[in-house]
C-alpha cells in the first residue's frame, strides 16, 4: 500500500478534474469510473485508468468517491471494504442524505478501516481551478491524514466535526443558497413590474443588506455580472437538477430532526418543480429559475 496511490471512483464532471489535480501534484491515481467518455478524458489527464472499481483500491492508501447518491455509496462500499488494504481512508466526496453518510461510516469502522464525507462546494470550475471548498466530517486522526490531498483539490477545507457533519454543512450551506436564490428572483422580478432597472436594483442591494453570493456572484438576470450563468442563456454552473438533489436532502433531514424549515421546505418544492419543467434540469443553471417565475407571475409589466 503506497501513500502516494490514490484510488477515485467516479470521474465525471466534478471527479474528473479533481482527479487530475492529484496526478499534477504527484500521485499515482488509479481511476475508475462506468462511463467510457470519462475514462478517456481522465487517461489523457494522467490517471492510471483500471477495469473495475475493485481494482482502483488495490494498494492505495486512501481511496476517494464521487458519485451520484447514498445508495450508490452504499453498495459500492459494500463490494470494495472488503478487498481493500486494512487500515484504509476512504473519503466520500459525494452529496448524499446524512443518515445516508453515518451509515457508510459504519461500515467503513466495522470493516476496519477509516472513513471522512467530505462533500465540495464550488462547481466544475472549483474543481478545474483546484478551489473547491470541502466540508469534512470525521476524526480528527482521519482528517488530518486526508489534508494533504484535500489541500490540492480544494481552497479551503474545513474539519466541520463528527462523521456526517460534512453532509450537514453541506445541505445545510446548499439549502440557504437555494432560499437566497428565489428570493433575489423574486425581487428582480417585482422591480421589473415596478418599472426598476435591474442595474439599479443591483447597485443598490449588491452594496446594502440584500447583498449575497446569489447576488453578487451568480445574479440572476443578465448584465450586472458578466461571469453569471445568465449571460450565456443560463448554461450551468450549478445545474437546477444538482440543487434540486441538495434541497431534496435538506428537506428529509428538516423533516427527520423535527424542524420547522418552512422556506427550506418550499424552496425544495419550487426547484422539483423547475427541475421538472425544465426537462430534468441538467442543462439550466439553478439561477434560471427567475424564468419560471416570471412566467408565473401575472399583471403588466411597468
Given at each position: 500500500?503506497?501513500?502516494?496511490?490514490?484510488?477515485?471512483?467516479?470521474?465525471?464532471?466534478?471527479?474528473?478534474?479533481?482527479?487530475?489535480?492529484?496526478?499534477?501534484?504527484?500521485?499515482?491515481?488509479?481511476?475508475?469510473?462506468?462511463?467510457?467518455?470519462?475514462?478517456?478524458?481522465a487517461k489523457s489527464d494522467g490517471v492510471t485508468v483500471v477495469d473495475s472499481a475493485l481494482a482502483a483500491v488495490q494498494d492505495a492508501s486512501i481511496v476517494v468517491t464521487m458519485l451520484p447518491?447514498?445508495?450508490?455509496?452504499?453498495?459500492?462500499?459494500?463490494?470494495?471494504?472488503?478487498?481493500?488494504?486494512?487500515?484504509?481512508?476512504f473519503v466520500d466526496s459525494?452529496?448524499?442524505?446524512?443518515?445516508?453518510?453515518?451509515?457508510?461510516?459504519?461500515m467503513v469502522q466495522a470493516a476496519g478501516h477509516r472513513g471522512l464525507d467530505a462533500p465540495v462546494s464550488g462547481g466544475v470550475g472549483g474543481a478545474a481551478a483546484?478551489?473547491?471548498?470541502?466540508m469534512v466530517g470525521g476524526s480528527e486522526d482521519d482528517f488530518a491524514s486526508?489534508?494533504?490531498?484535500?489541500?490540492?483539490?480544494?481552497?479551503?477545507?474545513?474539519?466541520?466535526?463528527a462523521a456526517g457533519n460534512g453532509q450537514a454543512a453541506k445541505i445545510c450551506n446548499n439549502m440557504i443558497l437555494g432560499v437566497s436564490m428565489i428570493a433575489i428572483s423574486e425581487a428582480f422580478v417585482l422591480g421589473e413590474k415596478l418599472g426598476l432597472s435591474n442595474q439599479a436594483l443591483?447597485?443598490?442591494?449588491?452594496?446594502?443588506?440584500?447583498?449575497?453570493?446569489?447576488?453578487?456572484?451568480?445574479c440572476p438576470v443578465p448584465g450586472p455580472?458578466?461571469?453569471?450563468?445568465?449571460?450565456?442563456?443560463?448554461?450551468?454552473?450549478?445545474?437546477?437538477?444538482?440543487?434540486?438533489?441538495?434541497?431534496?436532502?435538506?428537506?428529509?433531514?428538516?423533516?427527520?430532526?423535527?424542524?420547522?424549515?418552512?422556506?427550506?421546505?418550499?424552496?425544495?418544492?419550487?426547484?422539483?418543480?423547475?427541475?421538472?419543467?425544465?426537462?430534468g434540469g441538467t442543462d439550466v443553471d439553478f439561477s434560471g429559475i427567475?424564468?419560471?417565475?416570471?412566467?408565473?407571475?401575472t399583471g403588466p409589466n411597468s
Open positions: 500500500m503506497s501513500e502516494k496511490t490514490i484510488g477515485f471512483i467516479g470521474l465525471g464532471h466534478m471527479g474528473g478534474p479533481m482527479a487530475a489535480n492529484l496526478v499534477a501534484a504527484g500521485y499515482t491515481v488509479q481511476g475508475f469510473d462506468l462511463v467510457p467518455a470519462a475514462l478517456e478524458q447518491n447514498g445508495r450508490l455509496v452504499l453498495d459500492l462500499y459494500a463490494d470494495l471494504l472488503p478487498a481493500a488494504a486494512p487500515g484504509t481512508l459525494s452529496t448524499i442524505d446524512v443518515a445516508d453518510a453515518h451509515a457508510a461510516h459504519k483546484g478551489t473547491l471548498t470541502f486526508a489534508a494533504e490531498i484535500l489541500d490540492v483539490m480544494g481552497r479551503k477545507v474545513v474539519h466541520c466535526g443591483f447597485d443598490v442591494a449588491s452594496t446594502a443588506s440584500g447583498q449575497c453570493w446569489a447576488l453578487t456572484t451568480n455580472v458578466p461571469t453569471s450563468p445568465a449571460n450565456n442563456d443560463y448554461k450551468p454552473g450549478f445545474a437546477a437538477a444538482l440543487m434540486d438533489k441538495d434541497l431534496s436532502l435538506a428537506a428529509n433531514a428538516l423533516r427527520d430532526n423535527g424542524v420547522d424549515g418552512v422556506l427550506g421546505l418550499q424552496a425544495a418544492e419550487l426547484y422539483a418543480r423547475f427541475k421538472g419543467e425544465s426537462g427567475i424564468n419560471d417565475i416570471r412566467a408565473r407571475s
